[in-house]
């Protein structure tokens, strides 16, 4: 019987681990679209749009598999995951990026008014200070 060489996906997965994600429980190799999903005993199946899931993947180069993928899982995906929900704990929505601008723009203003309300507080008085025409 003829078997699905898998050696090229598990060097690819130590190699180019940002080309395969996780989609609803199945591994994805991006480029190809084929979609692998591995069993409790180690058993390997393959999803894909060509004929590759016409061969079956041999049971213990299923195993190696299998552990390449835990291993990517552990080292590449799940530290990947993390990564990005601690990096969305410091994005601000766009609501709350409008009410802070909104903020800082009210809080400049009443700096202003009150810089100015103090200049007119101390402008020199009998002095003057504009020429208003005569009426």
């Known amino acids: 019987m003829a078997y699905l060489d898998v050696s090229p996906m598990m060097t690819s997965l130590r190699t180019n681990p ?9 591994l994805r190799h991006i480029p190809s ?13 393959l999803r894909a749009q060509c004929d590759c899931s016409h061969l079956a993947v041999q049971t213990e180069q299923g195993r ?3 552990g390449a993928y835990h291993h990517w899982e552990a080292h590449y995906w799940r530290p990947l995951l993390i990564n990005r929900e601690f990096a969305s ?3 601000r ?3 709350r990026q ?3 601008d909104v903020t800082a723009w009210l809080h400049r203003r ?3 008014q ?5 200049q007119q507080q101390h402008a020199p008085r009998g002095q003057v200070t504009a020429l208003h025409p005569a009426e």
């Open 93 to 95: 929505s766009p609501v």
């Open 64 to 66: 190696e598999l299998a």
């Open 110 to 112: 009443l700096q202003q």
């Open 89 to 91: 704990h410091f994005r």
């Open 18 to 26: 940002e080309d395969f994600a996780i989609a609803e429980g199945w």
């Open 114 to 118: 009150q810089q100015q309300q103090q």
């Open 98 to 100: 409008f009410l802070i």
């Open 33 to 45: 679209r084929h979609d692998f999903k591995f069993d409790p005993d180690g058993n390997v199946h």
